[in-house]
């Protein structure tokens, strides 16, 4: 139906940079909202930030000022630029999107998907 791919994780050094892509593909009519989550090891997956379906922009506390996101609605495309990495952003990050498909197009019903997710690793 609807596949969320992410890309761009991997190990960086505390204080360097990161961009994360998440690309939409399939039954598609519309992507009301569209967002990164993370999970680090033992703990609850969280908010990073989102675009939200009232058309709102918002950013998790601990990410504000260091982390950008972006969308490309023609691609169908999420990013993510993590600058200033600190070993706690250390997660695996998950592309989340309240997608309306063409079937429920008439009646703008959105169903939620999630992305397998990206691992991120800050560590010198």
């Known amino acids: 139906q609807v596949q969320l791919v992410e890309s761009g994780g991997g190990l960086v050094q505390p204080g360097g940079s990161l961009s994360l892509s998440c690309e939409a593909s399939?039954?598609?009519?519309?992507?009301?909202?569209m967002g990164w989550y993370r999970q680090a090891p033992g703990k609850e997956r969280e908010l990073v930030a989102e675009?939200?379906?009232?058309?709102?922009?918002v950013y998790a506390d601990s990410v504000k000022g260091r982390f950008t996101i972006s969308r490309d609605n023609a691609k169908n495309t999420l990013y993510l630029q993590a600058d200033n990495l600190k070993p706690e952003d250390t997660a695996v990050y998950y592309c989340n999107a309240i997608v309306v498909t063409i079937p429920n197009k008439e009646y703008y019903y959105g169903i939620e998907f999630w992305g397998k997710g990206t691992l991120v690793t800050v560590s010198s």
């Open positions: 399939g039954d598609i009519f519309a992507i009301p909202a």
């Open positions: 675009f939200t379906s009232g058309g709102s922009l």
